[in-house]
């Protein structure tokens, strides 16, 4: 059974960690900023994994060490982060590099301190390719170079080295997953993700029973991972004791451009009152798409030699979406 701290434990992907972590019956220790949500608070009750909840600052390490103290943990995932867009980039810098990083060695020394630690799972990112996504058709974890653009690429590039140095440093052994840009359950506005997927949109459209523009046709080629998947996949980096490569992406590998069309569909013939179409020529889109430029997908050959792999592709995540919306309206 593995004993977990997750530090942004209660922000998107770390609920849906923590309730694949506590589904098998490890127990999770949550250290963030925000509480857990309410609905959430619900589903994972009922879960036979223990959860323990701790309000704090990744920048406070007196309570980062106590939090440490409260129960032996034998895993980290330093998963507080401030995803910025370029209003926050250029307003504050200082934050994003302050939480992204200097929370992240706080972090790493609390776990070195408190001793038993075994593994740390550092959340990098698809950011970190930058430039070259849009370069190479396929993103390689040994060959694509990494040019990050935003100011949040570039943390994450610093996360992944930085966390991997000093774990090296502090006898800690760390592996990164280069997270592709995810959706599903749990997503939600933390105030602190400045871009949100478009399928939260979609699934906000269809709850209320609303029409929606899209981009108009061909949408840009795009990778996009199910967060059931990603959370499959971040488990298999807490499990795995094979030695090699330290870093892995976590992606579907797929362009779901060509899917977006019968993704809608699912939510059209569950949702009355919800219908989509493409924008027209000159017409703007109600539900943007985040990106204008077609990006390389991101092989995940590596994460495969672990025996993962995505099992929630186009419309079979949105069935799985789709249900989850039906029945926590109060989460979306
Ligand atoms: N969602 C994605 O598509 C995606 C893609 C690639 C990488 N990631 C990485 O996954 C991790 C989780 O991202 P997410 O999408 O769940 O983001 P999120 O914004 O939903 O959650 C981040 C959490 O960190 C907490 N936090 C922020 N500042 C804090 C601080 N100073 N002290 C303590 N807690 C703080 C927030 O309260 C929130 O709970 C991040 O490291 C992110 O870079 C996410």
New binding site residues.
């Given amino acids: 059974m593995a004993k977990v701290l997750i ?9 849906n960690v923590t309730e694949a972590l506590l589904a098998r019956g490890d127990s999770v220790v949550i ?4 509480p857990l949500p309410v609905p959430a608070a619900a589903a994972f009750a009922a879960l036979p994994g223990q959860l323990t909840v701790i309000l ?5 390490d007196t309570a980062l060490r106590a939090a440490f103290a409260a129960q032996p943990i034998d895993t980290v995932l ?6 910025a867009g370029p209003a926050r980039e250029a307003e504050n810098p200082e934050l994003v590099l ?3 990083l200097k ?1 992240l060695v706080a972090t790493l020394k609390a776990a070195r301190d408190a001793g038993g630690v075994r593994r740390v799972v550092l ?5 970190v390719y930058g430039e070259s996504a849009y370069a190479y058709p396929v993103l390689t974890e040994a060959e694509t170079p990494c040019v990050p653009i935003s100011l ?1 690429g570039v943390t ?1 590039y610093a ?1 992944e080295r930085m966390g991997m140095r000093l774990s090296g440093l502090w006898g800690l052994d760390a592996i990164a ?7 599903g359950p749990w ?2 506005d ?4 400045d871009t949100l ?1 478009p399928h939260l949109a979609i699934a906000q459209a269809a709850l209320a029973g609303r029409a929606i523009v899209i981009p108009a046709a061909p949408l840009p080629a795009y990778d996009w ?1 199910y ?1 059931r998947d990603l959370a499959a996949g971040l488990l298999a980096l807490v499990d795995t004791d094979t030695p090699g490569p330290r870093v892995f992406n976590l992606a579907s590998g797929l362009d779901w451009a060509p899917l977006a069309g019968a993704c809608c569909d699912v939510m059209a013939a569950r949702f009355p009152g919800f219908s989509w179409r493409h924008a027209a020529a000159g017409e703007a889109a109600t539900v943007s798409f985040n990106e204008t430029r077609p990006r390389g997908v991101m092989a995940n050959t590596r994460a495969a030699g672990l025996g993962w792999a995505p099992r929630f592709i186009g419309p079979a995540a949105y069935e799985d979406y789709a249900a989850w919306i039906t029945t926590r309206a109060d989460a979306v």
């Fill in positions: 530090t942004g434990g209660a922000g998107f992907v770390g609920l250290y963030g900023r925000e704090g600052d990744v920048l406070d330093p998963f507080a982060a401030i995803t302050d939480v992204n929370g959340p990098s990112s698809s950011a949040y994450k996360v997953a280069r997270i592709g840009a995810t959706f997503e939600r933390t105030g602190l993700r997927s991972i967060v």
